[in-house]
C-alpha cells in the first residue's frame, strides 16, 4: 500500500499544482466552459442592505449547474484534457459538490469519473455524485484513508486525478465566478467567498486583482473550522485541525498551492460562529428567496459581526452552493 | 353601513375597471416601474426539463421586490395617480403579497397606504406589509366583513382603491411579467401562471397573445380553490367557493374584468391537487434551489399532472413568490 501511496503522490507531484493559475489561464478557462455552465444571476436585497450598512452583490452560484460553483472547476479541468487523457476517465476524492461537478463534467464530455467517497458524506450530495453518473468508490473517513483508495484506484486505471482545490485548473475555473461578477456589477470594492481549500478563493483573488488591483479580497470561514485564517495569520500552513461545523463544504485545509495564492493576494479571512452562520442561512433564505446551504451563509455571517470593517462598501459576495437536505433545516428542530 | 358599502361599490364600478387594458398598457407599465422594480432572471433546471419532458423557464418572480410579481401591478398603479389622487393615499384589501407591494409602492411615492387586512393572515406577509410601512386596518375574514371595512376607511379618507386584481393597472403591471420573460426567452410556444384573482394570468394572457398570437396561455389552480376553471369551463362566473388550500396566494375569486379577458383570451386552467402541489414545491427548492411559496408550484404541479399535454413544449413559467414561513414547511411534520 505504501508503494500506491507513494505512486500516487508522485502523479499528484507532477500536474501543475506547483504554479498558480494566472489571468489568462481564468479568461481561458471562461471560455472553455461557456457552452456548459451557467451564467449566474446577481442578486441584492434592499433589506440586506439596509440590515448590513452596506452594498450587498450576491453572485448566485446556487443556480450554477449541479447547485454549486464546483462546476466551474470541474469542467475547465474535465475539458482541458487531451483526448488521450480523457479516455483514461478522471478520478477524484469528494464528500460533496466537487464530485457531482466532475461526474457531470464526464457525463457531458462523455467519459468516465471515478469519485472516491468517505462514508459519512450528506445523503444528498451523494445521491447528486450518483445521478450524474459517476462510479462511486466509498472510502473511510480520514484522508490517509482516502488518500489509500485513490492510490489504489490510480495504480489500476492511470486515470486522470482532479483534485478538489489543489489544482490549478480547478483554481482558474473557480475564478471564472468573479471574472463574470466584475462584468455584471461595476465598482466593487470588496469581494468575498467561503474558503475551505482555498480554490475559490484563489480564483476570486486571481481574477479580482487582474481586473482591479486595489479591490480587497476577503476571505470567510467557519471559527470551529478556522485552518485558514490561522494559517495566513502564521505564514505557515497549518494542518491536523478537527473541523466541527455545519458547513460539510467547509471542512477541508489549505493545500500547497492555494495557501501560496492566498498568501501572495493577501486574502483576509475573517471568522463566523455557527449560530451566526446559521442565521445568515436564515436571512438569505427569507430575504433573497435563495435556497442556499450553510457554506454560502459565512460571508454574509462575517459582514454582520464585522460591520464597521464594510460600512459603506460595495462588496461581491459569491454564494457558493444550494445543495441541502430540505428535511433538516439548521434552524428547525430536529424531527 | 350599507350606505357606505354602497358607495364604496360605486367607487369601484367609476374606476376602468370594465375595460381590459390592452397591449400599449402593459408596455407604458413596464416603463413606468423600470425604475423601481426588479428584471428577474430566468432560470432553468436540466432535471426538471428531464423529469417533464418539456422545456421549462422558469421567471423568477419570487425575486421580484417584496418576494412576488404583485409588485409590478402595484407599483404600475400606485405611480398611474396623478399628485392630487396620490396625496389622499392609497387603499387596499389584502391576506399577503399585494398588501406588502402597494406597501412599498407608496413609501418609494412617499404617500400613505392602508391595508385592510383579515385577521387571519399569514403571519411573514402581515410582517412585510407593516416592515414597508402600511397603516393596517383589520378586519374579518368574510369578503362581505373586509368590503365593510374598506368602505368605512373611504368614507373617512377619499383614499385611492386599488383592487389586488380587478383592475385595469393592476393587470397591466402584472403583464410586464410576461414582455419580459417573452424578450429574455425565444420562442416560447406555452406560457403558465397560477390563478386566484386572475390579475397575473390576465395581464400574462394580454402580454403573450400581443407579442405571439398563436401561444398557449395557462392557468395553473389548486383543484381546492378551483373556481376559475369552474368558471371558465360553464361561462359565467362562479362566486361562493370556499377555498381549502395550501396555497396562501390562491383563495380569491376571479373578478368581472379577469373573467372577461381569460374568457376572451381563452385562457385554459388546469387543476392540481394539494399533494401535487407540495411535491412540486419541494422539487423546486430542491432543483432550482428557489425559496417559493406554495402558490408558485401549482404551473409544475399541473405540468407533471399534464404530461402528454407540454411534451416537447417549450414553456414559460411565472414563479409568483416566495414568502413563506420558514419555520414551517409543508413537507415536514408540524413542529
Known amino acids: 500500500m505504501l508503494t500506491l501511496q507513494a505512486?500516487?503522490?508522485?502523479a499528484f507531484a507532477m500536474q501543475d499544482f506547483h504554479t498558480s493559475p494566472d489571468f489568462d489561464a481564468v479568461q481561458h478557462a471562461a471560455a472553455r466552459i461557456a457552452p456548459f455552465a451557467q451564467v449566474t444571476p446577481v442578486l441584492r436585497s434592499a433589506s440586506l442592505d439596509a440590515l448590513t450598512g452596506c452594498q450587498l452583490f450576491f453572485k448566485s452560484e446556487n443556480l450554477q449547474r449541479v447547485g454549486a460553483f464546483?462546476?466551474?472547476?470541474?469542467?475547465?479541468?474535465v475539458y482541458s484534457l487531451s483526448d488521450a487523457q480523457a479516455a483514461r476517465?478522471?478520478?477524484?476524492?469528494?464528500?460533496?459538490?466537487h464530485g457531482a461537478a466532475v461526474a457531470l463534467a464526464c457525463r457531458l464530455r462523455g467519459i468516465t469519473a471515478r469519485v472516491v467517497v468517505p462514508r459519512n458524506a450528506p445523503a444528498v450530495k451523494l445521491a447528486a455524485i450518483r445521478e450524474f453518473?459517476?462510479?462511486?468508490?466509498?472510502?473511510?473517513?480520514?484522508?490517509?484513508?482516502?488518500?489509500?483508495?485513490?492510490?489504489?484506484?490510480?495504480?489500476?486505471?492511470?486515470?486522470?486525478?482532479?483534485?478538489?482545490f489543489n489544482d490549478a485548473?480547478?483554481?482558474?475555473?473557480?475564478?471564472?465566478?468573479?471574472?463574470?461578477?466584475?462584468?455584471?456589477?461595476?465598482?466593487?470594492?470588496?469581494?468575498?467567498?467561503?474558503?475551505?481549500?482555498?480554490?475559490?478563493?484563489?480564483?476570486?483573488?486571481?481574477?479580482?486583482?487582474?481586473?482591479?488591483?486595489?479591490?480587497?479580497?476577503?476571505?470567510?470561514?467557519?471559527?470551529?473550522?478556522?485552518?485558514?485564517?490561522?494559517?495566513?495569520?502564521r505564514g505557515e500552513r497549518v494542518t491536523g485541525w478537527i473541523p466541527d461545523t455545519i458547513c460539510d463544504g467547509l471542512r477541508a485545509e489549505l493545500g500547497p498551492l492555494t495557501f501560496d495564492i492566498l498568501r501572495t493576494h493577501r486574502a483576509q479571512i475573517l471568522l463566523a460562529s455557527e449560530a451566526e452562520i446559521i442565521a445568515a442561512m436564515r436571512l438569505l433564505w427569507?430575504?433573497?428567496?435563495?435556497?442556499?446551504?450553510?457554506?454560502?451563509?459565512?460571508?454574509?455571517?462575517?459582514?454582520?459581526?464585522?460591520?464597521?470593517t464594510f460600512a459603506g462598501r460595495r462588496l461581491g459576495i459569491i454564494l457558493s452552493g444550494g445543495n441541502v437536505d430540505l428535511e433538516k433545516l439548521p434552524w428547525l428542530p430536529a424531527a
Chains 1, 2 share one sequence.
Request: proline share 5%.
Open 286 to 308: 427569507e430575504r433573497l428567496k435563495l435556497v442556499v446551504e450553510p457554506s454560502s451563509a459565512v460571508p454574509l455571517a462575517v459582514v454582520m459581526r464585522h460591520r464597521a
Open 7 to 10: 505512486r500516487f503522490q508522485s
Open 70 to 77: 464546483k462546476f466551474r472547476g470541474a469542467c475547465n479541468a
Open 89 to 97: 476517465g478522471v478520478l477524484t476524492q469528494s464528500s460533496g459538490n
Open 133 to 164: 453518473g459517476a462510479d462511486i468508490i466509498p472510502s473511510g473517513t480520514t484522508q490517509a484513508e482516502r488518500d489509500a483508495v485513490m492510490a489504489e484506484v490510480l495504480a489500476q486505471t492511470q486515470a486522470e486525478v482532479i483534485h478538489p
Open 169 to 233: 485548473r480547478v483554481i482558474a475555473g473557480q475564478g471564472t465566478a468573479t471574472l463574470e461578477l466584475m462584468n455584471q456589477v461595476n465598482s466593487l470594492d470588496s469581494v468575498m467567498a467561503p474558503v475551505s481549500g482555498g480554490g475559490l478563493l484563489s480564483g476570486t483573488a486571481i481574477a479580482a486583482h487582474a481586473l482591479d488591483p486595489a479591490i480587497r479580497v476577503f476571505g470567510a470561514e467557519p471559527e470551529q473550522a478556522g485552518d485558514a485564517a490561522e494559517s495566513l495569520r
